[in-house]
């Protein structure tokens, strides 16, 4: 019987391949932005890409915390100025988002 992979393992065996090869897997970068992840895209981008992914920034955008980690781990700095007006949505949805404040403190 074959079964089908849940997307979850799926990324993850991709991922780790991606990781142990040291090359980016393409396959692997469709599934990711399929996926709409922003845990996928910015772990991704930190850990195999190592630089800006642009075509994932529509994803991470949308997490405060991914957002920030992306802003602090792969961009070391300001935010491209689309995600950065979307942290300053997230700090208006809500003030005490503690990764807003982690980005804002960041770009100072």
Do not use: T
């Amino acid at each position: 019987m074959n079964e089908r992979m849940n997307p979850e393992k799926a990324f993850k065996e991709a991922y780790y391949k991606a990781w142990d090869s040291g090359k980016r897997s393409p396959e692997l970068e469709q599934n990711i932005i399929i996926l709409h992840n922003p845990h996928c895209a910015c772990f991704y981008a930190e850990d195999i890409i190592k630089a800006r992914w642009i075509e994932a920034e529509d994803i991470i955008m949308n997490s405060s915390y991914y957002s920030s980690r992306y802003a602090s781990h792969v961009i070391k700095g300001k935010l491209p100025e689309k995600m950065h007006n979307m942290m300053i949505l997230h700090a208006i949805e809500d003030p005490d988002d503690k990764y807003v404040k982690d980005y804002f403190e960041l770009i100072k």
